[in-house]
């Protein structure tokens, strides 16, 4: 049996994709609301974590990540895969007997093009946990998409991606805040500016929202240490947000 923890907007798409090519899929989770929707829509979900040869982890948080840890069984050494975004260095805590791989989700909502399995992900562990990994994922994702690297670097790549990405927005917010000051047609200066063939200045909007980018960015300084270069677009982040909060 294969069992995904987590059903939320991640956890479900992997859930939901499984559930197309296999019968022998379970889904689990904490929410009596999801878990009556999901049922009623034929879905074989509970709460109750069962006996699995493969687990798929896909809850919000490092700390949830730790609490499922606990609770899945590894009497037959199951297959463990953590597809949460997770605090760099979780990895090397959860050595131990079993096999544990790192498949940081990669899921653009509303884009079909970048939907769980027809677009490159990366993966690391050690080469046996590798190997089997890729024999059960490999029937939904060719392996020509799946980056092979260790543990470590697979589950840094996904919050550093995040957090490049508020990197990129904050420049951007930053900017179009200066160009006001100044009286300068922001647009007009970011398509100027684009037309370079390796510069690619964001659109400006009304600051970082969501549930990812944010709580990614911290997991990258927490991990590297405050005085990074991230640090000045959290800042940038709360100082163009209070500004529209002023206006208001």
């Not at 904050?170 to 009286?183: G, H, P, R, T, V």
């Amino acid at each position: 049996m294969v069992t995904v923890i987590g059903l939320g907007e991640i956890g479900f798409e992997t859930f939901h994709e499984l559930c197309k090519r296999r019968r022998d899929i379970f889904g689990v989770d904490v929410s009596d609301q999801r878990l009556a929707e999901l049922t009623h829509k034929g879905y074989n979900v509970g709460k109750k974590i069962p006996e699995s040869t493969i687990y798929i982890i896909a809850v919000y948080s490092t700390q949830q990540v730790f609490e499922v840890m606990k609770k899945i069984s590894y009497k037959n050494k199951p297959l463990v895969v953590i597809e949460s975004t997770v605090l760099p260095g979780t990895y090397k805590k959860f050595l131990a007997s079993f096999d544990l791989v790192m498949f940081p989700h990669r899921y653009n909502p509303g884009d079909p093009s970048h939907h769980v399995f027809n677009l490159t992900r990366v993966m690391g562990g050690k080469p046996k946990a590798l190997a089997r990994a890729m024999r059960f994922y490999g029937r939904y994702i060719h392996k020509k998409n799946v980056h092979q690297t260790t543990g470590e670097i697979a589950e840094l790549c996904k919050p550093l991606e995040n957090a490049y990405r508020y990197l990129e927005i904050a420049i951007a917010e930053e900017l179009s805040m200066l160009c006001k000051a100044k009286n300068i047609d922001f647009e007009k200066l970011r398509k100027a500016c684009n037309t370079k063939w390796n510069i690619e200045i964001k659109e400006a909007r009304e600051g970082i929202g969501g549930k990812c980018l944010p709580k990614d960015i911290d997991l990258v300084n927490t991990f590297f240490g405050k005085d990074t270069f991230f640090t000045f677009a959290v800042n940038t982040d709360h100082t163009y947000q209070n500004k529209l909060k002023r206006k208001k």
